[in-house]
């Protein structure tokens, strides 16, 4: 049987497997990238195919082509005729290599500059398309279209009921909480636990789902395929560990890859503010003389956003303690996930933006500095240590970026990408929890 002679579309490496799948996703040894059939070799020697109609054409250096692949004289691209005119439509091309799956081109002239059309139009024929820069050329790969998986139509549905009871009662106990400290200090406050509990749990649910529902319009902007959001239900102190989409098809560009990043913590953190502000406005003060120092409890960290809030809307003169309603322990949440996701690493939403500008390789090298540096940080905050495994775990499948790597990033993403770090900067929190 033979065996294909694989590349991979990101950094070009090369090497003999034992398969012949037109596609293998993230097999590359070197950089994670997927890798795709350029040719076939038995026992390590590449075949000569079939000659009649055929002749060895020296492919040049750096396009990804062993030298001595064959090339057709006739339908010399492998391709259906209905894809060839709309890859001629799009660019002016120069044929290097096939092997009945898999097509790949130098780009000589590019005449339709969206991407994201040429995508579209080649999905509906069944074929998917990647450009690339290589030795200073442009590399179009065109292979068939994946097959994408139909969305589960209840089960979100069912992990959405699950996720708000488990908040309602994750609220109802810091609702008792909140209300014992109001009658042990003899303090005005709405005293009923389950309007309270109700309130927390509209405003959980609210962020993280204003924040997954922003991932999912730029998906559905760019034609990128995207389950429904998944909340997933916990028993801890928030009821949940938040929310997640899984993304089912390629991104198409660099700014698609961008808008998919910003949109879900821009969109929750426009929540989480006005929560927080909420939450302050109904949250306690009691000066420290009045609190035991041997009292203990759950002391939340800061960050220059929320302090900034605290000094706005509490207006503190003095030494006070806060204690949080949990409406602003609700809008504190918001603010410390929209920062981890910003965190630039791995396929985190900020990895995404950050993949957008830097290779994959310096994106993998930052990753893991990145998680040497949580492993440094877990002495002010044990969870660092889980989220520095986290990250080598998820960072190790690499990020493979937008399939167009080449077309430019628009300015106006590029004010995206800064917006982005300017949240990122002033929700940055050290030390998000620890107990006196």
Known sequence: MPRGIYECVNCGHREVLDSTE?????????????????????SGVESPNVRSGREEVPAPEGSGVSPGVEVPRESPHGLPPEVEA??????????????????????????????????????????????????????????????????????????????????????????????????????????????????????VMAIIGTHELGHKIAATYHGVKATMP???????????????????????????????????????????????????????????????????GLYFGTNLLFEALQRLVLNVQGDYVIFLHPVAIAGWVGILVTFLNLIPVAQLDGGHILRAFISEKAHKMITYAAALLLVGMSYLWSGWLIWAILIIFIGSAGNPGALDEVSPISKGRIVLALTALVIFVITATPRPLWTA
């Open 230 to 296: 998944y909340f997933i239900p916990f028993p801890n102190i928030l009821g949940t560990l938040g929310a997640v989409i899984r993304v089912k098809s390629p991104l198409p560009t660099r700014n698609a890859a961008i808008d998919l990043g910003v949109s879900g913590p821009i969109a929750g953190f426009l929540v989480a503010v006005p929560v927080t502000v909420l939450g302050l406005k109904l949250s306690v003060l009691v000066p420290m003389s009045m609190v035991p120092s041997t009292e203990g």
């Open 22 to 42: 037109p596609v293998i996703e993230r097999a590359c040894p070197k950089c994670g990238g997927d890798m795709i059939l350029v040719g076939y070799a038995v």
């Open 86 to 203: 709309k890859l001629n439509e799009f660019y002016s091309l120069r044929f290097y290599g096939f092997d009945g799956h898999v097509a790949v081109f130098e780009v000589l002239d590019i005449y339709e500059k969206n991407f994201e059309r040429v995508l579209r139009e080649l999905e509906n024929l069944g074929y998917w398309a990647a450009l690339k820069k290589r030795d200073g050329r442009i590399v179009l790969f065109v292979f068939p279209a994946g097959k994408i998986p139909p969305d589960n139509p209840w089960l979100p549905w069912l992990f959405l009921v699950l996720t708000v009871l488990s908040t309602f009662f994750a609220g109802y106990y810091l609702a008792l909480n909140y209300i014992a400290t109001l009658e042990h200090y003899g303090l005005p406050g709405l005293r009923n636990p389950y309007i309270i509990a109700l309130s927390f749990s509209v405003s």
